[in-house]
C-alpha cells in the first residue's frame, strides 16, 4: 500500500541529493512507529560539545495541537500573502497561469490553506546559550536529520519559520520556556507529489578553493545536474 | 587500500544514526573527486527561500590555508586550554589515567596540536540577513549534510567553532566579507578511529508529545542504544 511504502536500500548519498521540501500531503497518518524513528534519528545529529539542548514538540490531534496547528495556519497564511505581495507573485509571469511563478504561488497558498491538515507538525527547540547564529549549530543539523530521516520513510516535510509571527502565543499554549529558541516549525506528512534531485545554484559558485572568491576547479556538478534558472524570488517557494 | 575504501551501500538511516564526531585523521589527502561530492551533498540542502546563501571555503594546501590552518590552529589550542581547565579535566577523575575524561582530555589534546596536519578545513559562510539563529537555519543543514557525506565516503569531520577567537584575522586572510557570518570550522579527513553509533540521552528526554515535558510514549530508542552517561562535561569532547 501507498500509506506504508518506503525504500529501506535508499543510499546516504542519494538520499542526500534527492530531498526535496514537501508541502503538499496526503490525509495519511505517520505511524507512531515510523514517527519514533524520525525523532530518532533527529537526535543523532551533533550539538555543541555534545550538550543535546534540542528538544522537539511534535504536534499531532492532541488538545494543544489542534490550537497549535489553528494558530499556526493563521501565521502561515498571513507570512504567505505578505510573501506574495511583496515578491510580486501576482505581477508579471505571475499573471500567466503557467508561469513557474503562478504555480508557486499556487502551491504556496494550498500549503498555508491546508496547513491546519498537517499529520505533523514539529517544533524544533534548542536552548539559547549566545543568542546568535552558534546557537543554530546545535539544533539545524537536527532538523536536517529529522527531514533526512522522514524521507528514509517515505514522508516529507519543510522547515519553515513563520511561526515567529505568534510565537508569544505559541509559548503559552505549548509551554516552550523563554530559555529556549523555538528554531524552526517542520511539517511532515506523506508527500502528494514526490521527492527527487533538488535544484541549486552550480556548485562552483558556492564553494571557493583556498580563498573568498576563488574558484573551486575540482568542483564539479554530477553529469544531468539541474539548476535553478532565475533569481531568488522566482525559486523561492518551490518545492526545492 | 585502506585509503579509498568506502561503503557505498550505506543506508540514508543508518548514517544519520552512526555518523560520529571526527577528530583524529590519518594523513590521507582527500581526493579531488571525493571532495567534489562532499560539497555538492552540501550544497543539496535546504535554506531559506532557497536563496542559496551558503558558501564553502575549502582549505587544502595552498597558500592562505596553509596560513589559515596555523592561525585556527593557535585558536584551537587557546579553545580547549580554556576548556580543559574551566571544565575541570584535570581534576577529579581526570588524574586517573583510565578515566573516561582523561581519554577525551587526551583526545582532545592530540585534535588541537595536530589540527594544522588536518588534511582539509571547511568554513562554512552564510549571508546575514537577521543575526539570529535563523540565520542558521540557512548553513547547519548543510553542514550536516556534509559531515554525512563525508562518512558515505568514508571521511569524518567535526562541526567546532573556535574560529571566532581569530575571525578579524581569519575574515583578512581568506577575505571573507562582513556580510557573511562565518558559521562554522568543520576539519574533514580519514578517521583514526571509526564511525558508529552515537551516545545521546534517551530519546523521551528531548521530544515531548502535544506540548512541553509531556512524554511521548510512542518515542522509543531502539533495542541496544547505548546512552551518554553523565553531566554534560563528560561527555563534551568525546567522538559523539
Redesign the interface.
Known sequence: MASTEHD????????????R?IRRYTDDPIT??D???I???A????T?????G???????D????TRAKALLGEAFRAGWGTKRATDGYDAGTGTLDDSPKARTARAMQHFVDHFEATPVVVLAC?EVRH???????S???A???L???A???GYGG??T?WH?MVEDELRQ?????ETF?I??TIPLGRPQGHHGP?R??P?RE????????NS?D?????VGTRF?SAG?KR????D?
Open positions: 529501506n536500500s535508499l543510499g546516504l548519498l542519494e538520499g542526500l541529493a534527492t530531498t521540501a507512531d512507529e514517527l519514533s524513528t525523532l530518532y534519528s537526535t543523532r545529529a551533533p555543541g560539545s555534545n550538550r543535546q534540542f528538544r522537539f514538540v511534535v504536534l499531532r492532541g488538545p494543544v495541537a534548542v543568542g546568535g547564529i552558534q546557537d543554530g549549530a539544533v539545524y543539523p532538523v536536517q536529520n527531514l533526512l530521516a524521507r528514509a520513510l519543510v522547515l519559520g515567529r499554549l505549548t509551554g516552550i520556556p529558541a528554531a524552526g533538488v541549486r545554484r556548485v558556492l564553494v571557493f578553493d583556498d580563498r573568498w572568491d573551486a575540482w568542483a564539479v556538478d554530477p535553478t531568488p525559486s523561492t517557494t518551490e526545492a
